[in-house]
Protein backbone atom coordinates (compact mmCIF):
# COMPACT_ATOMS: atom_id res chain seq x y z
CA UNK A 1 0.00 0.00 0.00
CA UNK A 2 2.96 2.21 0.66
CA UNK A 3 4.97 2.07 -2.03
CA UNK A 4 1.50 2.57 -4.45
CA UNK A 5 1.10 5.68 -2.61
CA UNK A 6 4.33 7.09 -3.55
CA UNK A 7 4.21 5.63 -6.94
CA UNK A 8 0.42 7.27 -7.47
CA UNK A 9 1.88 10.76 -6.29
CA UNK A 10 4.79 10.36 -9.29
CA UNK A 11 2.17 9.62 -11.85
CA UNK A 12 0.35 12.45 -10.53
CA UNK A 13 2.52 15.31 -10.79
CA UNK A 14 3.59 13.40 -14.31
CA UNK A 15 0.18 13.66 -15.69
CA UNK A 16 0.06 17.53 -14.60
CA UNK A 17 2.75 17.98 -16.58
CA UNK A 18 1.29 17.15 -19.92
CA UNK A 19 -1.29 19.98 -18.99
CA UNK A 20 0.95 22.66 -19.79
CA UNK A 21 1.50 24.15 -23.24
CA UNK A 22 3.85 22.19 -25.84
CA UNK A 23 5.75 25.31 -26.58
CA UNK A 24 9.33 25.86 -25.41
CA UNK A 25 12.91 27.49 -25.34
CA UNK A 26 14.25 24.18 -24.54
CA UNK A 27 15.71 21.85 -27.26
CA UNK A 28 17.08 18.19 -26.93
CA UNK A 29 20.72 19.48 -28.36
CA UNK A 30 22.26 22.30 -26.15
CA UNK A 31 24.49 23.36 -29.74
CA UNK A 32 21.47 24.20 -31.34
CA UNK A 33 20.37 26.57 -28.63
CA UNK A 34 19.88 30.41 -29.41
CA UNK A 35 19.09 32.93 -26.88
CA UNK A 36 15.54 34.09 -27.16
CA UNK A 37 15.02 37.77 -28.78
CA UNK A 38 13.41 40.27 -25.93
CA UNK A 39 9.85 39.79 -27.75
CA UNK A 40 10.01 35.94 -27.08
CA UNK A 41 10.87 36.46 -23.77
CA UNK A 42 8.17 38.93 -23.61
CA UNK A 43 5.59 36.31 -24.80
CA UNK A 44 7.01 33.47 -22.56
CA UNK A 45 6.71 35.56 -19.27
CA UNK A 46 2.68 36.01 -20.13
CA UNK A 47 2.62 32.11 -20.55
CA UNK A 48 4.86 30.96 -17.73
CA UNK A 49 5.03 31.97 -13.89
CA UNK A 50 8.35 33.57 -13.72
CA UNK A 51 10.43 33.87 -10.30
CA UNK A 52 8.20 36.78 -9.00
CA UNK A 53 4.82 35.54 -9.76
CA UNK A 54 5.79 31.17 -8.63
CA UNK A 55 6.95 33.38 -5.00
CA UNK A 56 3.60 34.91 -4.94
CA UNK A 57 1.75 31.72 -5.75
CA UNK A 58 3.81 29.49 -3.07
CA UNK A 59 3.20 32.00 -0.31
CA UNK A 60 -0.70 31.90 -1.60
CA UNK A 61 -0.62 28.24 -1.27
CA UNK A 62 0.79 27.81 2.06
CA UNK A 63 -1.95 30.62 3.35
CA UNK A 64 -4.70 28.11 1.71
CA UNK A 65 -3.21 24.81 3.19
CA UNK A 66 -3.80 26.37 6.64
CA UNK A 67 -0.46 24.34 7.94
CA UNK A 68 -0.40 21.87 5.59
CA UNK A 69 2.23 23.18 3.25
CA UNK A 70 5.56 24.25 4.75
CA UNK A 71 7.75 26.54 2.87
CA UNK A 72 11.17 27.25 3.31
CA UNK A 73 14.12 28.69 2.24
CA UNK A 74 17.26 26.17 0.97
CA UNK A 75 19.72 28.39 -0.49
CA UNK A 76 20.20 31.75 -2.55
CA UNK A 77 21.58 31.68 -6.08
CA UNK A 78 24.01 34.31 -7.34
CA UNK A 79 21.83 37.28 -8.11
CA UNK A 80 20.73 36.44 -4.31
CA UNK A 81 16.91 35.04 -5.30
CA UNK A 82 15.84 32.81 -2.78
CA UNK A 83 15.90 29.32 -3.65
CA UNK A 84 12.10 27.56 -2.33
CA UNK A 85 11.58 24.41 -0.82
CA UNK A 86 8.01 23.33 0.05
CA UNK A 87 7.15 20.57 2.16
CA UNK A 88 3.60 18.42 2.08
CA UNK A 89 2.55 15.32 3.89
CA UNK A 90 3.01 13.01 6.84
CA UNK A 91 3.96 9.99 5.45
CA UNK A 92 7.08 7.84 6.74
CA UNK A 93 8.50 8.10 2.58
CA UNK A 94 9.99 11.09 1.14
CA UNK A 95 9.39 11.77 -2.93
CA UNK A 96 11.79 14.65 -4.03
CA UNK A 97 10.73 16.96 -6.76
CA UNK A 98 12.66 19.85 -8.45
CA UNK A 99 11.93 21.51 -11.33
CA UNK A 100 14.03 24.15 -14.02
CA UNK A 101 17.37 22.53 -13.31
CA UNK A 102 17.68 23.84 -16.51
CA UNK A 103 16.10 27.96 -16.70
CA UNK A 104 14.58 27.41 -20.62
CA UNK A 105 12.80 24.48 -19.49
CA UNK A 106 9.83 25.34 -18.08
CA UNK A 107 7.08 23.34 -17.58
CA UNK A 108 7.77 21.45 -14.67
CA UNK A 109 7.28 24.35 -12.25
CA UNK A 110 3.65 24.82 -13.47
CA UNK A 111 2.95 20.95 -12.58
CA UNK A 112 4.48 21.86 -9.69
CA UNK A 113 2.30 24.99 -8.41
CA UNK A 114 -0.40 22.91 -9.82
CA UNK A 115 0.36 19.80 -7.66
CA UNK A 116 0.38 21.61 -4.25
CA UNK A 117 -2.47 24.09 -5.29
CA UNK A 118 -4.54 20.54 -5.53
CA UNK A 119 -3.47 19.17 -2.46
CA UNK A 120 -3.64 22.32 -0.15
CA UNK A 121 -7.32 22.23 -1.41
CA UNK A 122 -7.73 18.30 0.50
CA UNK A 123 -8.46 16.54 -2.75
CA UNK A 124 -5.25 13.88 -2.20
CA UNK A 125 -5.25 13.77 1.56
CA UNK A 126 -4.84 9.91 1.09
CA UNK A 127 -1.64 10.67 -0.76
CA UNK A 128 -0.24 12.81 1.75
CA UNK A 129 -1.09 10.28 4.43
CA UNK A 130 1.53 7.84 3.56
CA UNK A 131 3.96 9.99 1.21
CA UNK A 132 5.68 13.57 2.32
CA UNK A 133 6.48 15.25 -0.94
CA UNK A 134 9.24 17.89 -0.56
CA UNK A 135 9.29 20.53 -3.78
CA UNK A 136 12.20 22.82 -5.05
CA UNK A 137 10.42 24.50 -8.01
CA UNK A 138 12.63 26.95 -9.85
CA UNK A 139 16.16 25.00 -9.08
CA UNK A 140 17.63 27.78 -11.26
CA UNK A 141 15.89 30.92 -10.28
CA UNK A 142 18.72 32.74 -12.01
CA UNK A 143 18.01 31.22 -15.27
CA UNK A 144 14.81 30.83 -15.50
CA UNK A 145 14.85 34.85 -15.12
CA UNK A 146 17.16 35.49 -18.48
CA UNK A 147 15.32 32.10 -19.76
CA UNK A 148 18.48 30.22 -20.79
CA UNK A 149 19.99 27.03 -19.54
CA UNK A 150 22.89 27.64 -17.55
CA UNK A 151 22.85 29.86 -14.31
CA UNK A 152 24.27 32.99 -14.37
CA UNK A 153 27.83 33.43 -13.20
CA UNK A 154 31.32 33.77 -14.86
CA UNK A 155 34.45 31.97 -13.54
CA UNK A 156 35.68 35.17 -12.21
CA UNK A 157 32.66 35.10 -9.74
CA UNK A 158 33.10 31.35 -9.17
CA UNK A 159 36.36 32.55 -7.94
CA UNK A 160 35.27 34.74 -5.37
CA UNK A 161 33.18 31.46 -3.53
CA UNK A 162 35.92 29.27 -4.27
CA UNK A 163 39.34 31.40 -3.85
CA UNK A 164 40.97 28.05 -3.59
CA UNK A 165 40.41 27.03 -6.77
CA UNK A 166 42.62 30.01 -7.99
CA UNK A 167 44.51 29.20 -10.82
CA UNK A 168 42.76 26.16 -11.91
CA UNK A 169 40.78 25.94 -15.04
CA UNK A 170 37.44 26.28 -15.55
CA UNK A 171 35.15 23.43 -14.59
CA UNK A 172 34.10 21.52 -17.78
CA UNK A 173 30.64 22.40 -17.42
CA UNK A 174 30.77 26.07 -17.28
CA UNK A 175 30.22 28.03 -20.46
CA UNK A 176 31.91 30.56 -20.91
CA UNK A 177 30.05 32.19 -23.78
CA UNK A 178 27.11 31.53 -21.85
CA UNK A 179 28.46 32.76 -18.37
CA UNK A 180 27.09 29.62 -16.65
CA UNK A 181 27.16 26.23 -15.45
CA UNK A 182 24.98 24.04 -16.71
CA UNK A 183 23.71 22.76 -13.03
CA UNK A 184 22.19 19.28 -13.66
CA UNK A 185 26.12 18.12 -14.20
CA UNK A 186 27.10 20.17 -11.08
CA UNK A 187 27.04 16.73 -8.71
CA UNK A 188 28.92 14.86 -7.28
CA UNK A 189 28.35 11.07 -6.35
CA UNK A 190 30.29 12.30 -2.39
CA UNK A 191 27.23 14.33 -1.35
CA UNK A 192 29.98 16.51 1.02
CA UNK A 193 32.96 16.63 -2.22
CA UNK A 194 34.95 19.96 -1.56
CA UNK A 195 36.59 20.24 -5.71
CA UNK A 196 40.57 21.11 -4.93
CA UNK A 197 42.45 22.69 -7.60
CA UNK A 198 43.96 19.67 -9.45
CA UNK A 199 40.11 18.36 -9.51
CA UNK A 200 39.50 20.83 -12.56
CA UNK A 201 38.90 21.22 -15.31
CA UNK A 202 37.79 17.03 -15.63
CA UNK A 203 35.76 16.09 -18.79
CA UNK A 204 32.13 15.27 -19.86
CA UNK A 205 33.29 11.37 -18.17
CA UNK A 206 33.97 12.98 -14.95
CA UNK A 207 31.63 14.26 -11.93
CA UNK A 208 30.63 17.49 -11.41
CA UNK A 209 32.00 19.24 -8.35
CA UNK A 210 29.12 21.26 -6.27
CA UNK A 211 30.90 24.69 -7.45
CA UNK A 212 26.86 26.52 -7.70
CA UNK A 213 24.86 27.65 -5.33
CA UNK A 214 22.17 25.52 -6.37
CA UNK A 215 23.60 22.16 -6.66
CA UNK A 216 25.18 22.65 -2.79
CA UNK A 217 21.27 23.53 -1.78
CA UNK A 218 19.81 20.56 -3.27
CA UNK A 219 22.25 17.92 -1.81
CA UNK A 220 22.32 19.37 1.70
CA UNK A 221 18.72 19.06 1.70
CA UNK A 222 18.45 15.62 0.21
CA UNK A 223 20.71 14.71 3.20
CA UNK A 224 18.68 16.27 5.62
CA UNK A 225 16.10 14.00 4.19
CA UNK A 226 18.29 11.14 4.24
CA UNK A 227 18.88 11.79 8.07
CA UNK A 228 15.22 11.95 8.70
CA UNK A 229 13.70 9.53 6.13
CA UNK A 230 16.93 7.14 6.57
CA UNK A 231 16.14 7.05 2.42
CA UNK A 232 14.91 9.01 -0.44
CA UNK A 233 12.29 6.53 -1.98
CA UNK A 234 12.31 8.59 -5.27
CA UNK A 235 14.25 11.80 -6.78
CA UNK A 236 12.29 13.37 -10.40
CA UNK A 237 14.26 15.97 -12.21
CA UNK A 238 11.73 17.57 -13.98
CA UNK A 239 12.89 18.49 -17.38
CA UNK A 240 11.37 19.84 -20.12
CA UNK A 241 12.73 18.91 -24.03
CA UNK A 242 10.12 20.49 -26.55
CA UNK A 243 8.00 17.51 -27.75
CA UNK A 244 10.73 14.69 -29.79
CA UNK A 245 9.42 12.21 -31.23
CA UNK A 246 9.64 7.91 -30.66
CA UNK A 247 12.62 6.56 -32.66
CA UNK A 248 11.79 5.38 -35.92
CA UNK A 249 8.33 6.67 -35.93
CA UNK A 250 6.45 10.04 -36.31
CA UNK A 251 4.84 9.44 -32.84
CA UNK A 252 5.41 12.77 -30.26
CA UNK A 253 6.63 11.52 -27.17
CA UNK A 254 4.43 13.64 -24.48
CA UNK A 255 6.66 12.14 -21.38
CA UNK A 256 10.05 10.20 -21.24
CA UNK A 257 11.10 8.63 -18.10
CA UNK A 258 15.07 7.27 -17.57
CA UNK A 259 15.42 4.62 -15.51
CA UNK A 260 17.16 3.42 -13.46
CA UNK A 261 18.99 6.40 -12.66
CA UNK A 262 21.69 7.49 -14.69
CA UNK A 263 25.47 6.95 -13.31
CA UNK A 264 29.03 6.26 -14.42
CA UNK A 265 28.23 2.29 -15.26
CA UNK A 266 25.01 2.91 -17.04
CA UNK A 267 25.99 5.87 -19.15
CA UNK A 268 25.33 5.92 -22.71
CA UNK A 269 29.52 7.28 -22.79
CA UNK A 270 30.05 3.92 -21.29
CA UNK A 271 27.60 1.92 -23.53
CA UNK A 272 28.59 0.38 -26.98
CA UNK A 273 25.32 -0.12 -28.14
CA UNK A 274 23.70 3.64 -27.31
CA UNK A 275 20.46 2.42 -29.28
CA UNK A 276 19.68 -1.17 -27.33
CA UNK A 277 20.62 1.17 -23.84
CA UNK A 278 18.32 3.74 -24.51
CA UNK A 279 15.70 1.57 -25.68
CA UNK A 280 16.07 -0.99 -21.85
CA UNK A 281 16.10 2.42 -19.72
CA UNK A 282 14.17 4.61 -21.10
CA UNK A 283 10.12 4.80 -21.38
CA UNK A 284 7.60 6.83 -23.68
CA UNK A 285 4.28 8.03 -22.80
CA UNK A 286 2.79 8.82 -25.91
Known sequence: MKTSAWKY????????????????????????????SA????????????????????FRIEEMSEGLLELDVIGESHHGRDIYATRMGDGDQVLLIDSEIHGNEKSGTEAIIDMLDELAAGERDHILEEVTIVTVPKLNPDG???????????????????????????AWYHNESRNGFDINRDFHPDLD???????????????????????????????????????????????????????????????????????????????EDYPEWIKTSRAAII
Open 39 to 58: QSIEALDERWTNYEEMVEEL
Open 9 to 36: SLSFVLLLSLWQPTESFALLEEEEYEEP
Open 193 to 271: FEAEADDLPGTSAHYGFYLTNEARALADLYQELQEEFGIVESYVNLHHMGTPQLEGTDQDVSIALSHPPLGPDNNPKYA
Open 144 to 170: SELVKRQNDISWEEVLEYHPHLEGAEP
